[in-house]
Every structure is written in structure tokens, then in C-alpha cells.
């Protein structure tokens, strides 16, 4: 199994009284699987996800990635796991302004010691997402859907084994929507696990897995 979790909870205090935004969440993901998650605003999703990726520390549970405890890893390790075992699209835009394009999709590549530049990979990546003709511009020149579909290519570039994106293609027209579903497809298909939350229905047939996530209790759907 490429990701195990058990029991996951957390807890956040707001005013006096304490809620659970995730709550004993369970689910096993194997390599290829493509998993959605829905939900209402404000039901848990990103926080699961943050917890996922090693952002947030789980307040109880657990989460392995290929048998490795993420909440256990000191800030070095977690950093040297998002770098080289996940690539994360994050729900707000985080693109670094003063870096073109084309080296904000390189950014994870120069984290450590790799081989060459990873501009070639890059730039292969920039086509995938459609938007090759961009690479030499700058983030403020960028569309809200163009920015996305550059975090999309950085979050590829290590070739992770587990995609871990909140809301991809919310801010796309729905042919490019379209495009991104099948590029997580393949990578799917090609072992990649692929973790989506998503407000688009459309979206879902594109995995072969979902999931709803209602007030922080995650459920799946049955295969239909
Ligand atoms: N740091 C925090 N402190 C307190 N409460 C928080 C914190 N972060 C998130 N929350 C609350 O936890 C709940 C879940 O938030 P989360 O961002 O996971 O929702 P979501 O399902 O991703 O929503 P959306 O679809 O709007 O992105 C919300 O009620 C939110 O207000
Ligand atoms: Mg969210």
C-alpha cells in the first residue's frame, strides 16, 4: 500500500470550544490509484491533504507513505519528503513572483542534488500543461488558470510517487480542465498515486476511486 491512514484526526479550538475538522479519517491508496474527494467549503479537505503532505501535524492517527510515518519526520526529513515523494498543487496560487516560469517549475528540482538542470523536464512539462509559449514570462503576466497549470508542472517535476492536489483545475475553462484530467490519468496509469479534492463533478470519471467528506468524516463511494 503506497499510503496508509488510519484514525486521522485534528483538532482546532475556535473560541472556547474545540472541533474536529478531520475526523477519524481512514483510507489505503495503492500505487495508480486516482482518488477524488468532494465535499462542502469548510468540511476538511485541505486540512486532510496538508496533513498528508506533512504540513500540519495530526492532533491523532496515522499516515504512512510507502511504510514511512509522516508525522514523525523531523522539519528536514519532511522537507526531503515533500521534495522527492510527493509533488503537491496547493489550493491558493503560491508561484514565486520575481522567477520565470520556467524556474518556478524547476524550483523542487534544484531543492537537492540532482542530476542537470532540470530544464528540459521542465519545459516537457510546460507542453503537457499547455503552456510551453509561457516559459520565459513572469507570474504577474500569467492568467489565474495559467499560474495553476505552472504549479501543476512543478508539482511533476520530481516525478512523485503520490500527487497530492486541492483543487486543480478550479480556476480552468473546461477543455483545459479536460487535458489535466487525462495528464493525471496517465500518471496514474503509469503508478503515480493521484490524491484530488474537487468541486467538479465532471472531473471524478476521470479516477477510479471517490470520496465525500462531510463535516470531517471521510466516506467512500461505492465503485458504481
Ligand atoms: N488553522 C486553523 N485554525 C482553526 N480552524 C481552522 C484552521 N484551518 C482550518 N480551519 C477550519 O477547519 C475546517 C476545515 O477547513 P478546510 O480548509 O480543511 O476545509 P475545505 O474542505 O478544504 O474547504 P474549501 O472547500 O472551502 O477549501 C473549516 O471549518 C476551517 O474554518
Ligand atoms: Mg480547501
Not at 513572469?138 to 497530492?164: C, M, T, W
Amino acid at each position: 500500500m503506497l499510503l496508509e491512514i488510519k484514525d486521522l484526526t485534528k483538532e482546532y479550538i475556535r473560541g472556547a470550544a474545540s472541533f474536529r475538522a478531520v475526523d477519524q479519517v481512514s483510507l489505503s491508496v495503492s500505487q495508480g490509484d486516482f482518488v477524488s474527494i468532494i465535499g462542502r467549503s469548510g468540511s476538511g479537505k485541505s486540512t486532510l491533504l496538508n496533513m498528508v503532505a506533512g504540513l500540519i501535524t495530526p492532533t491523532a492517527g496515522s499516515i504512512a507513505v510507502d511504510g514511512q510515518s509522516i508525522p514523525s519526520l523531523s522539519d528536514k526529513e519532511a522537507s526531503r519528503y515533500r521534495n522527492s515523494k510527493i509533488g503537491y498543487v496547493p489550493q491558493g496560487h503560491s508561484v514565486l513572483s520575481n522567477l520565470t516560469v520556467l524556474d518556478n517549475v524547476r524550483v523542487p528540482f534544484c531543492f537537492f542534488k540532482r542530476k542537470g538542470d532540470g530544464s528540459l523536464r521542465a519545459l516537457s512539462l510546460l507542453e503537457q500543461v499547455g503552456i510551453p509559449h509561457l516559459a520565459q514570462a513572469y507570474p504577474k503576466q500569467l492568467s489565474g488558470g495559467e499560474l495553476r497549470r505552472v504549479s501543476i508542472a512543478r508539482a511533476l517535476i520530481n516525478d512523485p510517487v503520490l500527487l497530492i492536489a486541492d483543487e486543480p483545475t478550479g480556476d480552468l475553462d473546461m477543455h483545459t480542465t479536460a487535458d489535466i484530467m487525462k495528464l493525471f490519468r496517465d500518471i496514474s496509469q503509469k503508478g503515480t498515486a493521484v490524491l484530488m479534492v474537487t468541486h467538479e463533478l465532471d472531473t471524478i470519471s476521470f479516477g477510479n476511486r471517490t470520496c465525500v467528506m462531510n463535516s470531517g468524516v471521510l466516506t467512500e463511494r461505492p465503485a458504481t
